[in-house]
């Protein structure tokens, strides 16, 4: 059964930095792409960044592309995403996405295991 956790979420004052962790657990094999979305009450869900665990090719949205960054412990098969200089706008829940299929980074997650979630609080 495969399983996703989210950790890292928070509280934090506009312009800090914070680092979100993602961990998969029971995928049969290394052909997914790992993601991060964001959702605010009342609107659509949208792709933050996009890793293929295969090669570790990382895709991230106009938004964030300056400022976020991943990074991976395959070991632990782990995700990480560092968030600096983050912005009152940015509030929202994190959701990490492990996809699967032929999906990968594309942006959606049609077929996806998805975790709980975790809040990130950005304070102006």
């Known amino acids: 059964q495969v399983q996703v956790v989210e950790s890292g979420g928070g509280l934090v004052q506009a312009g800090d930095s914070l680092k979100l962790s993602c961990t998969v657990s029971?995928?049969?094999?290394?052909?997914?792409?790992m993601a991060w979305f964001r959702q605010v009450p009342g609107k659509r869900r949208t792709s933050v960044a996009c890793?293929?665990?295969?090669?570790?090719?990382?895709y991230y949205s106009d938004s964030v592309k300056d400022r976020f960054s991943l990074s991976r412990d395959k070991d632990r098969s782990t995700l990480y995403l560092q968030m600096n200089k983050v912005t009152s706008e940015e509030t929202a829940m994190y959701y990490c996405a492990v996809i699967v299929g032929e999906e990968y980074c594309s942006g959606s997650a049609e077929n996806a295991y998805w975790g709980p979630g975790t809040q990130v609080t950005v304070s102006s």
């Open positions: 029971g995928m049969a094999n290394d052909d997914f792409a």
């Open positions: 890793m293929r665990w295969t090669g570790g090719s990382t």
